[in-house]
């Protein structure tokens, strides 16, 4: 596990070289955002105890399993200590649910623990506002650190080798690609994340993206669709 500061605020936790959470400091302790591959709880909670506070709630951006691969391990060592939240669609989805026509991309393995908080968008965790973002899963969320304007995008973006919206292929990392579910909603999604003008952006894979706004704007271009405000056609 890799710990990496990216904010005064967030720590970026980095396992087996490709998969992020993040440990999102609050007065009463951390928001850990996504949990990583499954097998990852003890790593997780040992990262939360060097830096000095304990996990008080865990935000999942979607239901992937390399996002909620050690939410039932983390559960298990934390108990009722601990609130977990998920989006609405994606719980549901994990709950058995068809929420969707057509089969849904992407690893949804089965998963115990149910979260104790629905995430519709808009709410508050903490500083995190919750940021409706669907398209890679139906439920996918982004979280915005109100305190500095960092982005916590999920897989609506990945950053290795350059910034890239997940709706088209990307050979740098090829596997949030298969994985999303609406191409067209998750450029949209991606072009909302833009509109906040983030000061920093970390998402699901890959390093931080330092002044992302001219990145954003390239990865969005190439990711298809009618461009955001001229209406012209978007460059390849
Ligand atoms: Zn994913």
Redesign the pocket.
Known sequence: MNATPVTDNIIQLTRLHFVNAFLVREEDGFTLVDTTVGGGAGKLLAAAGSAGAEIKRIALT?G?G??VGSLDGLKEKLGGSVEVFLSDLDARIHAGEKVVEGKLP?SWPSIKTAPDVRLAGGERIGSLEVIRTPG??PGHMAFRDTRDNTLIA??VYTSYGGLAV?NHFNLRFPL?TP??WDKDKDRDSARKLRELEPSLLVV?HGPPVTDPLPAMDRAISRAGGPAATSGAPAAN
């Open positions: 979607h992937h390399d996002h992407g890679h899963t999920g897989d997940s949030a994985a999303t699901g």
